[in-house]
């Protein structure tokens, strides 16, 4: 089978998507599968086993978005199907110009996404489902439709995430849940260790991802403030770090938090098994790979509830989970987590056997399979 990746995103570059295009790729290519890769990047990626092809970054928007188009369109002729976890409207044009089948990783409302990044909108993605907005506004829920509806397939993280896509339109049959993958944890070496060498020392939260007005952070270092002790690592970077780094001197707590900026993967996961609990605050979400990842290397999630979250984080069991946007339940979960110490010690124990369903080889090989049905090898 010969299959065409596309991501908006790629490695060095932090996100879900950046770190599950690669993984995908690796593993159809292990599989025995000729694979390439069409992403976009500020710089040449660096070599992989299969080809990566980017179209800069450094282009104007609308070029670039002509000149992504105009490449998928080219690799796609070659290929016997196209798989797309970003780059939606570029991957529909170039796959149906070379009459190629494509499917769909769906990780958000692309139309809620597009709208909020220019302004469009405010609010969350549940909002937005009930909102009207302007002409530009339909006009852009009118193209996340058709580049859905005309997918042969689409897969999203979480049943919530589904129930959206069925509310657009993509038939019932053309949909289905295929979770985010556990991470493959190879040696972490020592949790004590570890805690050394990131410099935590005492009750320590971490957070990794991209630091946006969706993952609402103000709400975690209001949480850290009302926390006597408790010090947050943030892993990650974007375009609220200045004003949470302002925040956080604001609150009295400049020296309990600490901004390691972007990191690779591996570091991420690191970090997550050597601090003691990982923290959400998020005002919408789908189903995060972070979660994931902490979990699967026995890190309990202290979250909000927040569209997916709850699918895969269960209170009391492998994390606590408060109501979405409160702040206050989300600070007594953290002062509880840690005064606790039975609490802390069974949800730690069971946070990696509550993810071992999403084993790589499970979730690829799903995808793997569907992918082979549509392409017809």
Request: proline letters at 5%; a negative charge; hydrophobic letters at 45%.
């Amino acid at each position: 089978m010969r299959v065409l990746i596309v991501s908006g995103i790629w490695p060095p570059d932090v996100g879900g998507p950046a770190s599950h295009a690669p993984d995908v790729a690796q593993f159809l290519r292990d599989r025995g599968h000729e694979v390439e890769v069409v992403t976009t990047a500020d710089a040449p990626p660096a070599a992989r086993t299969y080809p990566v092809h980017a179209v800069s970054r450094h282009h104007r928007v609308g070029v670039r978005h002509l000149l992504g188009a105009g490449l998928i369109h080219h690799e796609a002729r070659e290929v016997d199907v196209v798989y797309t976890t970003g780059m939606f409207g570029r991957s529909a044009l170039g796959s149906s110009m070379a009459r190629k089948p494509y499917v769909v990783k769906l990780t958000a409302d692309p139309a809620f996404e597009r709208s909020r990044r220019r302004g469009f909108v405010e609010g969350n993605v549940d909002e937005f489902q009930e909102q009207r907005g302007g002409p530009t506004v339909a006009l852009l829920r009118f193209a996340r439709d058709v580049e859905l509806r005309h997918a042969a397939h689409v897969f999203t993280p979480s049943a919530y995430l589904r129930e959206l896509a069925l509310g657009w339109g993509v038939a019932s049959d053309r949909v289905s849940v295929l979770p985010n993958p556990s991470p493959v944890v190879g040696e972490l070496g020592q949790r004590d260790e570890l805690r050394r060498a990131f410099g935590l020392n005492g009750a320590t939260l971490a957070f990794a991802g991209r630091l946006t007005a969706q993952k609402s952070l103000g709400r975690a270092l209001e949480v850290v403030a009302a926390a006597d002790g408790v010090k947050l690592v943030i892993a990650g970077e974007g375009p609220e770090q200045e004003p949470l780094q302002a925040r956080a001197v604001e609150l009295g707590i400049g020296d309990r938090v600490t901004f390691l900026g972007a990191q690779p993967r591996e570091r991420i996961v690191q970090l997550f098994h050597a601090a003691d609990a990982t923290i959400l605050s998020s005002s919408w979400e789908n189903f995060p790979h972070t979660v994931v990842e902490a979990l699967a290397v026995g890190t309990p999630v202290l979250a909000m509830e927040a569209g997916g979250v709850s699918e895969v984080v269960h209170d009391g069991v492998n994390g606590l989970l408060v109501g979405a946007g409160d702040t206050a339940a989300l600070g007594d979960a953290v002062r509880r987590y840690f005064v606790d110490d039975e609490l802390r010690e069974r949800l730690r124990s069971a946070a990696a056997a509550s993810v071992a369903d999403y084993a790589p080889e499970r979730v690829f090989g799903e995808l793997e399979e569907t992918l082979r049905r549509i392409a017809g090898t």
